[in-house]
């Protein structure tokens, strides 16, 4: 048997001195203590939810009273103004997903274990009935990770949502591309296809773990038209990717759970707006009103294609997302 290398020898653990050791028995009590508040803390949490649970059920009532045939006839596009005043929501909202949040009737939040609220959220968005899917309800599930108790840290391990089943020639995550003229003599017409595009239903109701389908189109579309090797196998890449992207979802999530939902009318009426995403609205505003004058003094005619690029504008405005076609880029999926 060959003698094993001095650097190859694995290093000793120092042992921690006994001050060291008192220490940490130390840390381990006030642990214990803080277990026990966290404990009292959920005890706390069931008891104060089960009085704001009827404030919301009595909302959503009022919401669904009258004869209009939207989501919410009360008070036509509630939740979708609600949820387009919050920045980070907004981003992801695009004008073809607008129509189909007119039919949004409500919201809910509900924990994966009542007696454990740290172990995560589903939230469920319900529908009225509408031409664009048949789905009573889409639900996203955040699956949050053990914490460290020394430093607080939680991370989603999981992000699962339900699948849309779109309506033929309803899909608003894909957009029908014209196919490309072909030289004459050809005989045969090739038909038009479908390609994905940024959208809320696309992008906010994603599946999210290790190998999950929707993190492959991701890193496809992020990484170029290429083959996805050893998918069944993380490396520190994907562990960083899919990190960043349950973090960030984990954020939405968060954003809806505690502020838009149990606020939804503030967000609605524009109390509850960040100041600073307030005055950036304004500011489009008049940059759209400058570029309206713009163009009417102008003595020559607008090139084709001038103004329907600009009503995209507006859109891609209203929906409070930002550079259209960055977004485009990284969204697709």
């Known amino acids: ?57 009595e909302r959503s009532k009022m919401l669904l009273e009258g004869e209009e045939k939207t989501g919410t006839p009360a008070v036509p596009g509630f939740w979708l103004k609600a949820l387009s005043s919050h920045p980070e929501i907004a981003e992801q909202i695009e004008s073809w997903d607008k129509p189909v949040l007119e039919y949004l009737r409500d919201i809910e939040r509900v924990f994966v274990d009542e007696n454990d609220h740290q172990k995560g959220f589903k939230l469920i968005f319900k529908f009225a009935e509408n031409p664009f899917f048949p789905n009573a309800t889409i639900e996203k599930e955040h699956l949050l990770g053990e914490a ?64 999950a389908p ?5 890193k496809r579309q992020m990484f170029g038209d290429m083959s996805i090797e050893d998918d069944d196998e993380e490396n520190e890449e994907d562990k960083t990717m899919l990190g960043y992207l349950m973090e960030e979802d984990l954020e939405r999530g968060n954003a809806l759970a505690d502020f838009i939902i149990p606020y939804a009318t503030r967000w609605y009426t524009g109390e509850a707006v960040p100041e600073a995403f307030a005055r950036e609205d304004d500011d489009d505003d008049d940059e759209d009103e400058d570029s309206e004058e713009e163009e009417e003094s102008d003595d020559e005619p607008a090139p084709k294609g001038k103004a329907k690029g600009k009503a995209k504008g507006k859109a891609k405005a209203a929906g409070g997302g930002g550079d259209g076609k960055a977004q485009e880029e990284c969204k697709q999926q």
């Open 214 to 218: 929707d993190f492959l189109d991701m």
């Open 1 to 57: 048997m060959g003698l094993v290398k001095k650097e190859d020898a694995p290093l000793a653990v120092e042992e921690d001195s006994p001050i060291l050791k008192q220490l940490k028995e130390l840390d381990d009590k006030w642990l214990a203590i803080d277990k026990e508040f966290d404990a009292a803390v959920v005890k706390l949490q069931q008891e104060y939810l089960k009085k704001q649970l009827p404030v919301l059920a």
């Open 148 to 211: 460290n108790p020394f430093n607080g840290e939680r991370s989603a391990t999981s992000v699962k949502s339900t699948k849309v089943q779109w309506n033929k020639g309803k899909d608003v995550t894909v957009e029908v591309v014209a196919p490309k003229k072909k030289a004459k003599g050809k005989a045969k017409k090739a038909a038009a296809t479908e390609e994905p595009r940024p959208s809320f239903f696309r992008d906010f109701f994603r599946t999210l773990y290790p190998g």
